[in-house]
Every structure is written in structure tokens, then in C-alpha cells.
């Protein structure tokens, strides 16, 4: 009982923890621009009559890169970047995951095997794997590298809405539905969808941390968003030649800024799972 009880408090703490992290990441993003159009931070791109690798200072909080750009407000709109195509891949494949699984798990039989088969398949490919092929093959760019995360984790969404639907489409109201002539339309979105829903929650904010992860792994090979958009891979990329010198705060705070988004959905992950769990019992 004891254990129990810690348990729900750490479980409770993560939770808080990851709302303000992911809070104060939202704020960032929202904030920076403004900042940046006053005229109180510099252009992300601008001060190019700046020092190369001039090291953090008064003028530069967090040092200049190989271009004389400023990299604290590149690490801070970067924030606003990763959330954006985050966002955008993780909805994409809510929207193609979600009604693909209620679907193949209600009606079963060879739609059911057909997309198995291709929704495992697209699994076991190895997930940053997956999306460099894919953005190699659409490009750079902030849409391609939100679709080319989007392919990745729909099969995620399928296997797990689908393996629900399979179960809660034996139940005695799902029968009692079938019996007064509801159509499988009707008994998808009112019956089916409420009961696979919950599940969801936790696997947006996993797969918005990996996202964040492999968005990084793709600007760092150079197949992600272009160099001139703020993004912390583009960033590592760019000072991974810098760093064996000396230049440290090119990789130091684009790579802390990946590392705290990542923890931050990671914790609030983990507390809606401890909550949602504490629903059903």
C-alpha cells in the first residue's frame, strides 16, 4: 500500500513537472517572435556583420555560430519550429491512425489482414530509418518533414486503436447496438470511438517526444527542415565540425533545449498513463 502511495505521487509530480516543462516551451515559442519583431532579440538569421564563434557574452548570451548568428535566439525559436512540425506529424497520423484501426478491428476479415500486414511492415522498419527515406524522397521542408514523421507513427495509432476495437466490439452494448439495426458507422463513432479514445492521450505525448528526436536525427543529416529555418538539428549539424575545437556553445544549448522538450513530454506522458489507469480501476 505504501509503495502504491509513492508510486501515485511520483506518478502525480511527473505529471506537474511535465506541464510546466512543456508550458514554458509553449511560451517560448509563442513569445521569441514577438521579442524578435520589437526589436529586443536579433533576427535568427540576421547579424551576419557579426564575429564567427564569438563566445557567450553580454551581447551574445549563448555565443555566435559559423555565420556570426546569434544562437540563443536560434535555440529559442527552434522551440517554436519543433513544436510546429511536431504537431503537425503527430495530427496527421492521429487523423489516418485513429479511423484505420477502429476500422480494420470492427470489421475484421480481409481488410483487417490487409492492413496488418502493411501497417506492420511500415513497424518494423527502424523509425528514424523510415523517415530519412522518406524526407530524402520529398525534400527539405517543414510539411515533407512532418509528413515523412507522419508515415512513421501511424502504424503505431493502428495497432494500438485496433487491438482495443477488436476487444470492445465483443461487448454486450456494441451487440445490443447491432440488434436495434445500427449501422457500423453509426456504432464506430458513437460507441467504439469513446472506449478506444483513452488510450490515445498517452501515445501523443510518447510520440511527440520521439518526434522531437527524430525531427533532430533528420536536420542533423542534413534531410530535414533548410538551414535557414531555426532548427536544433540543423544547429548540431552545422557545429559538429566546431566542436572538436573548442567551440562548445554551438552544440551545448540547441542540444539541452532537444533534451528538455524530450523530458518534459516524456514526464507528461507518463502522468496522463498513471491518471488514465487510476480512471479505469
Known amino acids: 500500500m505504501r509503495r502504491r502511495v509513492r508510486s501515485h505521487s511520483l506518478s502525480r509530480r511527473m505529471a506537474w513537472w511535465g506541464i510546466f516543462i512543456v508550458s514554458a516551451y509553449l511560451c517560448v515559442a509563442l513569445i521569441t517572435p514577438l521579442l524578435v519583431k520589437i526589436g529586443f532579440l536579433p533576427e535568427a538569421n540576421g547579424g551576419l556583420e557579426n564575429p564567427i564563434y564569438s563566445a557567450p557574452s553580454i551581447d551574445h548570451w549563448c555565443g555566435t555560430d559559423r555565420l556570426g ?31 484505420l484501426g477502429m476500422l480494420s478491428g470492427y470489421v475484421g476479415g480481409a481488410l483487417d489482414r490487409v492492413l496488418v500486414l502493411l501497417m506492420d511492415t511500415l513497424y518494423s522498419v527502424p523509425v528514424l530509418l523510415l523517415s530519412v527515406v522518406i524526407a530524402f524522397l520529398l525534400g527539405r521542408g517543414v510539411l515533407n518533414a512532418a509528413f515523412a514523421l507522419c508515415v512513421v507513427y501511424i502504424p503505431q495509432y493502428f495497432r494500438v486503436v485496433r487491438n482495443q476495437s477488436a476487444q470492445v466490439k465483443s461487448e454486450l452494448f456494441i451487440e445490443a447496438a447491432k440488434s436495434i439495426g445500427a449501422g457500423p458507422v453509426w456504432i464506430i463513432r458513437k460507441y467504439l470511438f469513446g472506449n478506444v479514445i483513452t488510450s490515445v492521450p498517452v501515445l501523443i505525448t510518447l510520440n511527440a517526444a520521439d518526434a522531437v528526436l527524430v525531427l533532430g536525427g533528420l536536420g542533423f543529416l542534413g534531410l530535414g527542415l533548410p538551414e535557414s529555418i531555426p532548427e536544433w538539428g540543423n544547429d548540431l549539424n552545422m557545429a559538429l565540425s566546431a566542436v572538436p575545437t573548442g567551440i562548445w556553445w554551438t552544440a551545448l544549448y540547441p542540444g539541452i533545449a532537444m533534451f528538455g522538450l524530450v523530458l518534459g513530454l516524456s514526464f507528461l506522458g507518463e502522468g496522463i498513463e498513471f491518471w488514465i489507469s487510476g480512471l479505469k480501476e
Open 69 to 99: 548568428r546569434d544562437v540563443c535566439v536560434r535555440t529559442l525559436e527552434g522551440s517554436g519550429v519543433a513544436l510546429h512540425v511536431v504537431l503537425l506529424a503527430v495530427l496527421f497520423s492521429l487523423i489516418v491512425g485513429l479511423p
